[in-house]
């Protein structure tokens, strides 16, 4: 594996990352010997975020126009990155490593939210489990996603966990599990109060968007 480029484009994701990232710390006795087995795999998935990172510096520098200032000027940036940068050595899902490549890389341009919004995004990219979000992007579109399943919608009516079933298969007759997640998405006020997953509905309703002003914010924040 290829170190991250210490000169050129990638300098500047290197130097940042490098500040925000603290080693696990070498302790005597019993917590040696658990440092010295976690050592590797966390240098690994340190290695492989700080090369993530430099690629999303060097897709940013070829968008100058799209940047609200030049990324060695942009404290909004470096603040997206640093927080990003913890919550990447917390995560192996691809799915969340995503979600803050793209933040970060959305923390630099003309239409980031403000500063606020985008730390109160990175922490639930941070809170949040993937099936939080594949929910989430499910009540923002149901038609698009239901489309994109591939499969046919044939359901004369029901509550919303059979649109989950069908858009996110894994969730397939888990409904107190559905019904958990809603109310996380809720209380963060990202769906709207009231998206119970077992109400009875017509097809029509439960195809209606779900998703907030701050959901739909925050779904084009990690896209």
Same mark, same amino acid.
């Given at each position: 594996?290829?170190?991250?480029?210490?000169?050129?484009?990638?300098?500047?994701?290197?130097?940042?990352?490098?500040?925000?990232?603290?080693?696990?710390?070498?302790? %005597?006795?019993?917590?040696?010997?658990?440092?010295?087995?976690?050592?590797?795999?966390?240098?690994?998935?340190?290695?492989?975020?700080?090369?993530?990172?430099? @690629?999303?510096?060097?897709?940013?520098?070829?968008?100058?126009?799209?940047?609200?200032?030049? +990324?060695?000027?942009?404290?909004?940036?470096?603040?997206?990155?640093?927080?990003?940068?913890?919550?990447?050595?917390?995560?192996?899902?691809?799915?969340?490593?995503?979600? +803050?490549?793209?933040?970060?890389?959305?923390?630099?341009?003309?239409?980031?939210?403000?500063?606020?919004?985008?730390?109160?995004?990175?922490?639930?990219?941070?809170?949040?489990?993937?099936?939080?979000?594949?929910?989430?992007?499910?009540?923002?579109?149901?038609?698009?996603?239901?489309?994109?399943? %591939?499969?046919?919608?044939?359901?004369? %009516?029901? @509550?919303?966990?059979?649109?989950?079933?069908? *858009?996110?298969?894994? +969730?397939?007759?888990?409904?107190?599990? *559905?019904?958990?997640? *809603?109310?996380?998405?809720?209380?963060?006020?990202?769906?709207?109060? %009231?998206?119970?997953?077992?109400?009875?509905?017509?097809?029509?309703?439960?195809?209606?968007?779900?998703?907030?002003?701050?959901?739909?914010?925050?779904?084009?924040?990690?896209?």
């Amino acid at each position: 594996m290829e170190k991250p480029p210490k000169e050129g484009k990638g300098a500047i994701a290197l130097k940042i990352a490098e500040a925000g990232i603290s080693a696990i710390p070498v302790i %005597g006795g019993p917590l040696a010997v658990l440092s010295e087995f976690l050592a590797e795999p966390y240098s690994r998935r340190q290695q492989s975020w700080l090369e993530q990172l430099a @690629g999303v510096v060097s897709e940013l520098q070829d968008r100058v126009s799209d940047l609200s200032k030049p +990324l060695d000027d942009n404290e909004q940036f470096l603040t997206a990155v640093l927080h990003a940068n913890q919550i990447a050595m917390r995560t192996h899902q691809e799915e969340k490593l995503r979600a +803050l490549r793209n933040a970060v890389r959305n923390s630099a341009l003309k239409s980031a939210p403000d500063d606020d919004r985008q730390l109160i995004f990175l922490r639930f990219i941070d809170e949040l489990t993937i099936s939080h979000i594949r929910v989430l992007a499910v009540f923002d579109d149901p038609v698009a996603v239901v489309a994109a399943a %591939g499969k046919r919608f044939q359901i004369l %009516g029901g @509550g919303l966990q059979l649109l989950l079933f069908h *858009c996110v298969p894994e +969730l397939n007759g888990q409904g107190p599990f *559905c019904e958990q997640l *809603c109310r996380d998405l809720e209380n963060r006020g990202l769906i709207a109060q %009231g998206s119970k997953v077992n109400v009875m509905m017509t097809p029509q309703g439960m195809l209606t968007p779900r998703t907030t002003d701050l959901g739909k914010q925050f779904l084009a924040f990690i896209s």
